[in-house]
């Protein structure tokens, strides 16, 4: 079955029946996630070798663009999944992939920090702290408007280098990790049923082995992977539009996230 048969047929059995729960009820798109996952699609860019789909951004982007005509929080959700598994394919576990693959395991991004602003640090998430203790590392941050909280399996987690220099590393964190604490209101300004709100490391702990790129590298995942992706996807016009991170390359000039313009200087 094409992915296009697969859409097809998940549009009209399940997310067009549920778009109005997300969209007036603001309840999060459960049963849209899961149909997703069981016609291969949340697996559609994931590596063929890993059992998915090996399709690109092109494909990801129609399919994030049909489902956002009919219902905006499960192509929010989506979007932010496609960008998070540009990164867990080339790093994660076989493991991993093989279960994004199957559509068992949902993912999304927590970049940006609260009171961050997009001149106040060369790159979001340098706020972060990471504190190695053996095979132990310890992440303390509040990550703002990310998509998918408290219902996302896992999260793309960016902080500084273990080391405490300057620069970014990204890490996955396991969405029922101890230490995380989601607000049971969603505080985020994405569409409505997107769950999109602030998730809070006080702190959380996960294996070393969780650190995705090596450790300083993550800026350059940003700006290669992420942000590519999320550029060549949709996004949501309007008042529920969720902010996006902008990031800073190593010359300090912005760059826009998901095709922004920025103000003129």
Known sequence: MSY???LSHVMTSVIEPCAEQAGSRGRFPRASVRALGRAGLLGLTVSAEAGGGGRGPAEAAEVVREISRVCPATGAVLRSHYAAVAVIDAYGSPWLRRRIAAGEHLSTLALTEAGESATAAPAPGTRSTATRTGEVVALSARKRDVVGAAEA???LWSSRP???????TLWLVPADAAGLFVPARPDGAGPRGSATSTVCADPVLVPAGAMLGPNGGGLDLVLG?????LAATPVASGPDRAPEATVRDRGGTAVPAAGEKLPAS
Do not use: C, F, I, N
């Open 153 to 155: 399996d896992s999260y």
């Open 4 to 6: 296009r048969t697969g």
């Open 225 to 229: 992977s992420v942000l590519p992706w």
């Open 162 to 168: 273990v080391d405490g220099r300057d620069g970014m």
